[in-house]
């Protein structure tokens, strides 16, 4: 069965970076694939190649991809649009356009966000996918948003069965019950294969961000790993300056209320490396700190 490790946390406290590292780790040992759904996440960067245009082999064992709007939109249109047209123009004189204005309703981006992710690990062709999210409340909105469709299609099914006498040529039921499907799988998905790190700076918005977000995933019924502490500062590098050692110092106060915080989770803490954060060196050298921790 395949795994999904997901990294999530505020913005810009290294999620990406810890992602990378992690799927390279792991593409030792067996098949992996690196996802990301951070609008600016920057793997395409590390990989110093575009990765937004489809998924793409960036090493031995390794492949990866950035997925945009237009991406997952076409998902979306290749599945369900010529099914959710004959079903809508069979009671209203609409074209084919009508399309591009569903697309635009809440929840279609992040529902087949996550069915990119579904048939990936249905598709047995890799041990393990590593999914850098987007930022905190993006990611919690995503959850959220599965919920809630799930809960509005059953409703749909009521409401079909009182009006299906205006649907003359077609059946929406299929259409309704196909998306309530898809819903279901992903949020059995997201609470029986996914498990989560969530990551942070040694700062106070960054750490009572990452506690609450592990509260969120556990209520939601995904598992927590644990945190990574990420960029905290080495003591030896401190003490001989008033400015570096007040900023040790206040790391250090925050780390504190990281680990009680955590409880009986992990906290894996990486020191502030120097070097470019690039897919040989400092990313190698943060996987083994990461595998050490």
Same mark, same amino acid.
């Given at each position: 069965?395949?795994?999904?490790?997901?990294?999530?946390?505020? +913005?810009?406290?290294?999620?990406?970076?810890?992602?990378?590292?992690?799927?390279?780790? =792991?593409?030792?040992? +067996?098949?992996?694939?690196?996802?990301?759904?951070?609008? /600016?996440?920057?793997?395409?960067?590390?990989?110093?190649?575009?990765?937004?245009?489809?998924?793409?082999?960036?090493?031995?064992?390794?492949? @990866?991809?950035?997925?945009?709007?237009?991406?997952?939109?076409? *998902?979306?249109?290749?599945?369900?649009?010529?099914? &959710? =047209?004959?079903?809508?123009?069979? $009671?209203?004189?609409?074209?084919?356009?009508?399309?591009? =204005?569903? %697309?635009?309703?809440?929840?279609?981006?992040?529902?087949?966000?996550?069915?990119?992710?579904?048939?990936? @690990?249905?598709?047995? *062709?890799?041990?393990?996918?590593?999914?850098?999210?987007?930022?905190?409340?993006?990611?919690?909105?995503?959850?959220?948003?599965?919920?809630?469709?799930?809960?509005?299609?059953?409703? @749909?099914?009521?409401? =079909?069965?009182?009006?299906?006498?205006?649907?003359?040529?077609?059946?929406?039921? /299929?259409?309704?019950?196909?998306?309530?499907?898809?819903?279901?799988?992903?949020?059995? &998905?997201?609470?029986?294969?996914?498990?989560?790190?969530?990551?942070?700076?040694?700062?106070?918005?960054?750490?009572?961000? @990452?506690?609450?977000?592990? !509260?969120?995933?556990?209520?939601?019924?995904?598992?927590?790993?644990? $945190?990574?502490?990420?960029?905290? *500062?080495?003591?030896?590098?401190?003490?001989?300056?008033? $400015?570096?050692? !007040?900023?040790?110092?206040?790391?250090?106060?925050?780390?504190?209320? &990281?680990?009680?915080?955590? +409880?009986?989770?992990?906290?894996? %803490?990486?020191?502030?490396?120097?070097? %470019?954060?690039?897919? #040989?060196?400092?990313? !190698?050298?943060?996987?083994? #700190?990461?595998?050490?921790?």
């Amino acid at each position: 069965m395949t795994k999904i490790e997901m990294f999530t946390g505020k +913005g810009g406290v290294g999620k990406t970076t810890m992602s990378v590292a992690t799927a390279l780790k =792991y593409a030792q040992s +067996g098949k992996t694939l690196l996802i990301s759904t951070d609008p /600016s996440g920057s793997i395409s960067e590390i990989f110093g190649r575009p990765l937004d245009q489809g998924l793409t082999e960036v090493g031995e064992n390794l492949d @990866a991809v950035e997925l945009t709007r237009a991406q997952v939109l076409a *998902l979306w249109r290749s599945k369900f649009g010529d099914e &959710m =047209y004959a079903v809508i123009s069979s $009671f209203l004189p609409v074209g084919p356009e009508i399309i591009d =204005y569903i %697309e635009g309703a809440p929840g279609i981006e992040e529902e087949f966000m996550l069915d990119y992710l579904l048939t990936k @690990a249905q598709s047995n *062709l890799y041990q393990t996918i590593v999914w850098d999210t987007a930022p905190t409340a993006t990611t919690l909105n995503m959850l959220c948003i599965q919920q809630l469709f799930y809960t509005h299609l059953t409703q @749909a099914q009521k409401i =079909y069965l009182k009006v299906k006498g205006v649907f003359s040529q077609v059946d929406p039921l /299929s259409l309704i019950n196909s998306w309530r499907d898809l819903t279901a799988q992903i949020i059995t &998905m997201l609470k029986t294969d996914t498990t989560a790190w969530v990551v942070a700076n040694p700062e106070r918005l960054p750490v009572e961000q @990452a506690l609450n977000i592990a !509260a969120s995933l556990s209520d939601f019924g995904i598992g927590v790993n644990g $945190f990574i502490l990420n960029k905290t *500062l080495p003591p030896e590098l401190c003490s001989c300056h008033p $400015f570096w050692q !007040a900023k040790y110092d206040s790391q250090q106060r925050w780390r504190q209320r &990281m680990l009680q915080g955590a +409880g009986s989770r992990k906290v894996k %803490e990486i020191s502030e490396l120097s070097g %470019e954060m690039q897919a #040989l060196g400092v990313l !190698a050298e943060v996987a083994e #700190l990461l595998q050490q921790s």
